[in-house]
T-cell receptor
Framework: DTGVSQDPRHKITKRGQNVTFRCDPISEHNRLYWYRQTLGQGPEFLTYFQNEAQLEKSRLLSDRFSAERPKGSFSTLEIQRTEQGDSAMYLC???????????????FGEGSRLTVL | GQNIDQPTEMTATEGAIVQINCTYQTSGFNGLFWYQQHAGEAPTFLSYNVLDGLEEKGRFSSFLSRSKGYSYLLLKELQMKDSASYLCASPPPYNQGGKLIFGQGTELSVKP
């Protein structure tokens, strides 16, 4: 396993279009997280899954955003009717619940950079 | 919020030592993480402290004082490749679900 992978790495879209990002976590990890990062800022939490259950959504996540993890493996993050303010790097991370070393260390993917024109 | 605070940027010289500080909210504390993030790349895990004291890992060390809500990352024998953003992070109070809350990151520039 080569780690967390995200696709696409870059997406340029026009305002009002829908976009979808995919994340494949480390295979044995049961937790999956989505973060958003803008230039000069740390990652901001958006939502997370334990297996297929979405357990928490940030108040930052408007109803234009939806995330799924249908079989408890890969996840998708969809943004509907994109706005220029959605331009950011969308990072996915995974972890193994109960792991002793690091107690919750997150493993991040390379991110999907979204530019909304 | 988690109120994680760290300096925005720092500059240091190759071969020197640099200390990057982080303060955080102490209520419900459940560990303090440091991550490194090179421009355009994923954050990568550096260290985790849950007890007071210094944890050393090669050129990098991390310190924690729970009573003061304070941590620092110490980088020794700086190399040019250490130029990156260093992110301080902690779970929310009482560790709800394993997520981490990140500070804004400290952009470290290492000069020759």
């Amino acid at each position: 396993d080569t780690g967390v992978s995200q696709d696409p790495r870059h997406k340029i879209t026009k305002r009002g279009q829908n976009v979808t990002f995919r994340c494949d976590p480390i295979s044995e990890h049961n937790r999956l997280y989505w973060y958003r990062q803008t230039l000069g800022q740390g990652p901001e939490f958006l939502t997370y899954f334990q297996n297929e259950a979405q357990l928490e959504k940030s108040r930052l996540l408007s109803d234009r955003f939806s995330a799924e993890r249908p079989k408890g493996s890969f996840s998708t993050l969809e943004i509907q009717r994109t706005e220029q303010g959605d331009s950011a790097m969308y990072l996915c991370a995974s972890s193994l619940q109960g792991r002793a070393v690091g107690s919750g260390e997150l493993f991040f993917g390379e991110g999907s950079r979204l530019t909304v024109l | 919020g988690q109120n994680i605070d760290q300096p925005t940027e720092m500059t240091a010289t190759e071969g020197a030592i640099v200390q990057i500080n982080c303060t955080y909210q102490t209520s419900g504390f459940n560990g303090l993480f440091w991550y490194q993030q090179h421009a355009g790349e994923a954050p990568t895990f550096l260290s985790y402290n849950v007890l007071d004291g210094l944890e050393e890992k090669g050129r990098f060390s991390s310190f924690l004082s729970r009573s003061k809500g304070y941590s620092y990352l110490l980088l020794k024998e700086l190399q040019m490749k250490d130029s990156a953003s260093y992110l301080c992070a902690s779970p929310p109070p009482y560790n709800q679900g394993g997520k981490l809350i990140f500070g804004q990151g400290t952009e470290l520039s290492v000069k020759p």
